[in-house]
């Protein structure tokens, strides 16, 4: 259901075949589970106030502003269902506050590396999600301005969502394939004529020093994010990843990032070393996916036999 998948199908065929794929598995499992409850955690910015896709990059490409009603599509077409349809960060969020180890921070933030790049921040206590009054969102830092230098210097990369040089370009899932694809086009050696993540995992894995120079300056532009967080928001007590990025590159990856963060340092603070940075900045586990834990439970809330009893906006 995305451009990269469907390179030549429109978006509005893309946004059917979404309706058509959600609705034939809501069928199938629901039959399967005995159950009408439906949960799904998307990839795309949902208005808060409207329930509606204002903008989904990493899964149709650039587009203008969205206003696609994914929620009123799959009502309309299963009505026997009751459905919940959560933006993924939001979902990871409500998975990741629910472990008990997080039960008493005040404030925690969700960063998803995956395809996309985004942040969530939850209350774990209340499990309130302020959202903008302008947008109906929170988080989206993939679109922030970002920089990034590796070998001969700077590099001017378009982002997913059509813009120039945002923190997605340079650090998202799409945003890395692009710039290994560059230096496989560049005839770049640690590469092995295979420029893909997976390459890079395995030459961060074999402690390839210039695939290491790469994931630092592919973890640097988050870093500088994360810090201006901190730095920003004085009640978010844990920065907690999840998503593809991290889940494929693992330690490695939380390394190189928590190693950034310290070398850039954070004014006034007592973080100063990596493993300082590490008592705050962690990686969720990848299984159960905090996404598919957050979206069902959002489901079980809202039309479980107990919906009502808790409100999380
Ligand atoms: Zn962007």
Redesign the pocket.
Known sequence: MSTSRFPTADVSSLQDMLVEYLVGEARRLSEAEETNLVAVSLGAAIDAGTGRIVGA?PLWGPTEPLDFDLYGRVVDALPACSWTIENDLTAAALGVAMRPEFAALRRLAVVAVGSGLAMRTIEPGSGRISMSKHSGLQGEI??LPASFAFGEGGWSVR?????FN?L??FASGQGIAYLLKELGNAGCEWLARDPTPAQLSRAVRAANPEAREFLDAITDPLAQALLAVLAIDAEVERLVLVGGVVDGLGDAYMRSLLTNMSRHGLYGSRLKSPADFAEIVCQAPAHPSPMLFGAASAAWSLHGPEAGAYTRR
């Open positions: 990059s993939g679109h982002c997913p969502c059509g813009g945002h997605s370009s």
